[in-house]
């Protein structure tokens, strides 16, 4: 049986955009009911049939759902939630796919204090935005976390597992602390380096920009990805996510300044073992088939 | 007119490897003789017929030689040039394609006394490691940047940038120095914040190392591929570019710091900034064809 018959999708890039489209394509009696708080985005949303029905407010969007995903940045969940408020049926249930989890809970505690909130969060994405960017197998394979609070329905948290399992994704439940601490290794972090690289490299007066764009095969091409996520979203994420970024943030600088140190006092030994130790964990990764075995993540060569 | 007719490839990893495919498949009646100085190498050459021939010793590898490529580590260069000196023909030219151009450059002068040298570096690569891992088109729309030093002749220089053309890449010509401050902030730091990194990921107590790779598709996953990468041959990237590499450190730890204040003070906007920034660099890098405009480097997703 369907977890949900009735999916309302608040937020139209991305993440939200490719909700639409795999629960058309996976689930193709759902019916989809997309709300976006830009008016262009409703009416590029129309132009690509995106969902069965646009609404021109938050509130009609929600009136007869059973479930109202939130796909909008961290920072906008409270507003979004109090959009819905006052239309939102009882029995429906509302989640979200922030990347941050015990900030948006509280948020939307808040804003839907009657509500039934199940947070969950999709790790997966690309670099692209907007309604145009989303595809329906981008959770395919990736693993969703769902993180209810302690005091959620079991029985509408297996519900909305159930409908990220109907998507593709691996479904973990956690709670959202423990969510907040792993996602700020694997991903905020990363994505906070990769920004500042890109800004470092093109702030230099001795390599001019030009230079950076045409050797960047040499490996700063991979930086350059993530930083171009959506700047909203992560701005949004690092203020939401603020102690465990703050934190991670605060070791790696520590081991820069180990392997900095390795460097200018010729420690080619300490090099050598942390850049062997590094390796294994690149194989675990493809093992569990989360990046690409090709070389160079199989980019074109030819 | 083909620039070289007799070219002898000394180390066979991946890049050696690449530039005897290469040769074998754009200049096919160019002779190719290999040599590594692990015997299992050779072994393997032999058996995947890599190259016409793979001598036993590097002297005899080079005797009739007019263009001898050293693809070794940057930190093993003197002692390859050492190791061909006795048997290089007086009229061959030799280069290379280490990461670092001054210190090669003075390994192989001091080795290599009376020779011609004109050394190269193709920046090109993948992750992997090995004579089975190099292919013919690895060099394709790359660029490889010949520094010459200030007394090489012009006629040498010419037939080295026209041997990498054939291979493919884009030529450019750099005085080492140059070279060595900018593939340190496209490719030496990358390398070296990719390894740093994956190695706090896998340091920490609150979160294990199989959720780091459970969700490495947050973002993480990006930084693994180059953390892959050889370690001997970027441990003495780092030692032999040492000042360069410790400038652009310097540079990248204050942007750091100064966004770690923004996170700590709530400044929203600087971090929007810098976000925004950071697209467009992206943008020309796609648009100068050194990287995939596909979503997500093209990963597969079904």
């Known amino acids: 049986m369907l977890p949900f018959s009735r999916v309302t999708v608040i937020g139209l890039g991305l993440i939200g955009s490719s909700v639409a489209r795999a629960v058309h394509q996976y689930m193709p009696t759902v019916r989809v009911t997309g709300y ?28 007869d759902a059973d479930l109202a995903i939130l796909c909008v940045p961290v920072g906008a969940m ?15 249930i509302v989640s979200d796919v922030g990347s941050c989890k015990a900030s948006v809970l509280a948020a939307l505690s808040e804003a839907l204090p009657n509500a039934c909130i199940i947070p969950a969060h999709p790790v ?3 670099e692209h935005s907007g309604p145009d960017a989303g595809f329906a197998t981008l959770f395919h394979q990736r693993w969703c976390i769902v993180t209810p609070p302690a005091e959620a329905s079991e029985t509408a948290t297996v519900r909305v597992e159930e409908f990220w399992r109907r998507l593709g994704a691996n479904v973990e439940r956690m709670d959202p602390q423990h969510h907040d601490l792993v996602l700020a290794v694997t991903s905020h972090l990363p994505h906070l380096i990769a920004y500042t690289i890109v800004g470092t490299a093109s702030d230099l007066e001795t ?8 050797y960047s095969a040499g490996g700063f091409r991979d930086f350059t990805r993530i930083a171009a996520s959506d700047p909203t979203m992560w701005r949004d994420v690092f203020l939401s996510n603020k102690d465990a970024v703050l934190d991670m943030l605060q070791r790696f600088s520590e081991d820069l300044s180990a392997l900095q140190r390795a460097i200018r006092w010729d420690k080619g030994d300490e090099l050598f073992d942390l850049f062997s130790r590094t390796r294994t964990i690149r194989r675990s990764i493809i093992e569990q088939g989360q990046d690409d075995a090709a070389a160079d993540f199989g980019r074109h060569h030819d």
């Open 78 to 92: 409270g507003k979004a939630g109090e959009a819905i408020a006052a239309d939102l049926p009882a029995d429906a």
């Open 124 to 126: 997966a994405g690309t």
């Open 36 to 63: 976006d708080a830009d008016p262009a985005v409703r009416e590029r949303a129309r132009e690509i049939s995106l969902c069965d029905d646009i609404a021109d407010t938050a509130g009609s969007a929600v009136i």
């Open 207 to 214: 390599v001019t920009q030009s230079e950076v764009i045409k």
